[in-house]
Every structure is written in C-alpha cells, then in structure tokens.
C-alpha cells in the first residue's frame, strides 16, 4: 500500500513524462490510498487540460471514466477535525499550499503517524521535500 497525491495519481489518468513510472508502481502495489478531496483536485485538473486544449471531447469522457474506476477501489482518508488540525500545523512548518498541507495530513493520518510505513507517491517537488521532512519515504 502506498500513498498517492493527487499529482501522482493524474498521470495515471492522463499520459505525462512520468506515467510510465507511476503506472509501475501502481503494478507492483494496486492498492491506493489518498485523500478524500483528490478526486476534486483531479477533476479540476482535468478540466483545466480540456480548457487548454491538452485533452479533446473523447480524452476528457475517458479520462473521468478512469478517475471513477482507480476511485472506485482506492481507499480515502476523510475530512476530519483531525486531518484539519495536522493539516494547520503542517501549514506552520513547511512552505506548502493548503491542499497540499491536507494531502500531508492525510498520508500521516494513512501511515497512523508512522511515515516510515508507508510509501508516499508524489509528483509535487515542494509537497515530496515536506513528506520527506516528515519522515516518508518519497516515490519515485
């Protein structure tokens, strides 16, 4: 089992330089744990391809269709006044946007406070340095 951002999980969805890797990684471990709000962060990245034209009618249709089938079988940490809580103290101690504090906050509510447990798959250079930080071993 592994924590995954949502910058990890969008090359699954849509090809990048990295998908090749992710898609590995995801073979050798299917099972994904994120936050409950990663669904919204992907589904506002993917509009936001589609906006700039990165992803056609068809791509955006098959894109969503794959968001709802990894969705359907990853496990989500909730919004709770626990996750909020880390997530401002977090916010305190490394240079991180407020999503990416509660992604953090997740992956350490995911881990049982245990970062060392668990395999944190990121994409963001700033969210991967503070996951370190705390303790998680940052994929790839």
């Given at each position: 089992?592994?924590?995954?951002?949502?910058?990890?999980?969008?090359?699954?969805?849509?090809?990048?330089?990295?998908?090749?890797?992710?898609?590995?990684?995801?073979?050798?471990?299917?099972e994904?744990?994120t936050?409950?709000?990663?669904?919204?962060?992907?589904?506002?990245?993917?509009?936001r391809?589609?906006?700039?034209g990165?992803?056609?009618?068809i791509?955006?249709?098959?894109?969503?269709?794959?968001?709802?089938?990894?969705?359907?079988?990853?496990?989500?940490?909730?919004?709770?006044?626990?996750?909020?809580?880390?997530?401002i103290?977090?916010?305190?101690?490394?240079?991180?946007?407020?999503?990416?504090a509660?992604?953090?906050?997740?992956?350490?509510?995911?881990?049982?406070?245990?970062?060392?447990?668990?395999?944190?798959?990121?994409?963001d250079?700033?969210?991967?340095?503070?996951?370190?930080?705390?303790?998680?071993?940052?994929?790839p």
């Amino acid at each position: 089992m592994k924590y995954w951002d949502s910058s990890a999980i969008i090359p699954l969805i849509v090809h990048e330089a990295v998908s090749e890797r992710q898609e590995s990684f995801l073979r050798i471990d299917p099972e994904i744990v994120t936050w409950w709000g990663s669904k919204i962060e992907i589904t506002s990245a993917l509009n936001r391809l589609s906006r700039e034209g990165a992803l056609d009618s068809i791509g955006i249709r098959r894109a969503f269709l794959d968001v709802e089938t990894l969705a359907s079988a990853w496990l989500e940490i909730q919004a709770t006044e626990k996750l909020r809580n880390r997530a401002i103290r977090l916010l305190r101690v490394h240079p991180l946007r407020a999503m990416d504090a509660i992604q953090l906050s997740a992956s350490l509510i995911a881990a049982d406070e245990n970062p060392q447990t668990l395999p944190f798959v990121c994409s963001d250079t700033q969210l991967a340095e503070a996951a370190e930080k705390e303790g998680f071993m940052v994929l790839p």
